[in-house]
T-cell receptor, first 113, second 115 residues
């Protein structure tokens, strides 16, 4: 049973481009969480999804950011028109049920140049 | 609303001496609590979890934590530090409301282990 898979591991984008980050949860997990970690800071909650539904997006910026978790395929975090301040590590986690332990991927490190 | 406070941003210990990483939480409901470790440029690994069973929780690599409701604390300890323990440690609280779950992270404690 593979763990949570995130790709790409490293992503470089120029200002104004779009960034797409993918997360494949562990097999059987239907709860997915996205977190952002800025340098020297802790992880900040962005969004919580269950299959085909956004449950809580209170941590996600209102503009340029969107997330989905379709019935088939990975969860996608999409950042449009990236700016330098979007440079961070983005971590995805999945869990079997709410309030059970979350397993984290190795993250995608986004650099905006 | 839930929150987590990690009282020390940096802790430095000598190899072979005890480790104490402090965490206090605030939660409106009966929370689940976790400790995660992050090694440089790596993902997060679960060390241990508390989910309303035994208040003293044993985790991997010799770590353990004690849930103290009266003090709203969940401090992480290890009797003897090893060089490989040097990493960032995060205390996490989880609440379930209805069918929704949310993890809230502390700001992290960087553990340094010296010879």
């Amino acid at each position: 049973n593979a763990g949570v898979m995130q790709n790409p591991r490293h992503l470089v984008r120029r200002r104004g481009q779009e960034a797409r980050l993918r997360c494949s949860p562990m097999k059987g997990h239907s709860h997915v969480y996205w977190y952002r970690q800025l340098p020297e800071e802790g992880l900040k909650f962005m969004v919580y999804l269950q299959k085909e539904n956004i449950i809580d997006e209170s941590g996600m910026p209102k503009e340029r950011f969107s997330a989905e978790f379709p019935k088939e395929g990975p969860s996608i975090l999409r950042i449009q028109q990236v700016v330098r301040g979007d440079s961070a590590a983005y971590f995805c986690a999945s869990s079997l049920q709410a309030n059970t332990e979350a397993f984290f991927g190795q993250g995608t490190r986004l650099t905006v140049v | 609303a839930q929150s987590v406070t990690q009282l020390d941003s940096h802790v430095s210990v000598s190899e072979g001496t005890p480790v104490l990483l402090r965490c206090n939480y605030s939660s409106s409901y009966s929370p689940s609590l976790f400790w995660y470790v992050q090694h440089p440029n790596k993902g997060l690994q679960l060390l241990l979890k508390y989910t309303s069973a035994a208040t003293l929780v044993k985790g991997i690599n010799g770590f353990e934590a004690e849930f103290k409701k009266s003090e709203t604390s969940f401090h992480l300890t290890k009797p003897s530090a090893h060089m490989s323990d040097a990493a960032e440690y995060f205390c996490v609280v989880s609440e379930v409301t209805g069918t929704a779950s949310k993890l809230t992270f502390g700001t992290g404690t960087r553990l340094q282990v010296t010879l």
